[in-house]
């Protein structure tokens, strides 16, 4: 079954949990790893999983009772992009030759 549509049947504290993986996941997945959504026979237009992942914090943002936990998940859900945005921005620093002889020089992990 699919996770989204299992998150629709479940419980509430269940239905918070699948949300934030799926959140989180796509989150990861965008700004880490885009080409991985173009690999095999399946391809996964970007537009549509950033949608799923913004779509995700925009319900934990309704779910959440706490006032502190409502803010963080409003500010990704509007602010999902720049997000993505910042973690491309780590993969490239991360990736980047004169880091990675920094990180081995100055055994940075």
Not at 22 to 45: A, C, K, N, W
Not at 90 to 96: F, H, L, P
Request: with cysteine; net charge neutral; hydrophobic share 35%.
């Amino acid at each position: 079954m699919d996770m989204l549509a299992y998150a629709e049947e479940a419980g509430s504290v269940e239905r918070i949990d699948i949300h934030k993986h799926v959140g989180d996941f796509t989150l990861f997945v965008l700004g880490l790893y885009p080409e991985s959504l173009s690999r095999g026979r399946r391809s996964i237009s970007q537009s549509h999983y950033a949608a799923q992942g913004r779509r995700s914090y925009q319900i934990l943002f309704e779910l959440q009772n706490y006032r502190s936990s409502r803010m963080v998940f409003q500010k990704l859900s509007e602010e999902f992009e720049g997000c993505v945005q910042a973690l491309r921005w780590v993969r490239s620093y991360i990736n980047d030759p004169f880091y990675q002889y920094m990180f081995r020089e100055f055994d940075i992990t």
